[in-house]
């Protein structure tokens, strides 16, 4: 069974930094693409990062360019994201997912239940 379990979220003030981590179980996070994505109050969830099974791509909302850093450790079966100079519009809970090829097309299929990240003005 797959599991991916956020971890890491807080409150912060404004211009601090928070480290997410998602730990992963019943997969390989070096198998697949992992991203990261969050959802504000009263809005829909938003792509953040990701970084592709090689590890060798990563992509990031326009938003967190130069602020957010996504990496993985594989021996820890991990996948984290560093953020830096955080924004009160960057409260919201952010969710790990993996990326697989279904009959759709590619998709994240499997989703960790969240982490709630708090940024005060």
């Known amino acids: 069974q797959v599991q991916l379990v956020e971890s890491g979220g807080g409150l912060v003030q404004a211009g601090g930094s928070l480290r997410l981590s998602c730990g992963a179980s019943?997969?390989?996070?070096?198998?697949?693409?992992m991203g990261w994505f969050r959802q504000a109050p009263g809005k829909e969830r938003e792509f953040v990062a990701r970084?592709?099974?090689?590890?060798?791509?990563?992509s990031y909302t326009d938003s967190v360019l130069g602020r957010f850093t996504i990496s993985r450790d594989n021996a820890k079966n991990t996948v984290y994201l560093q953020m830096n100079s955080l924004k009160p519009e960057d409260t919201a809970i952010y969710y790990c997912?993996?990326?697989?090829?279904?009959?759709?097309?590619?998709?994240?299929?499997?989703w960790g239940q969240g982490t709630q990240v708090t940024v005060s003005s």
């Open positions: 970084i592709t099974w090689s590890g060798a791509r990563t």
């Open positions: 997912a993996a990326e697989m090829n279904t009959a759709r097309g590619w998709e994240y299929v499997y």
């Open positions: 019943g997969l390989t996070v070096s198998s697949y693409t």
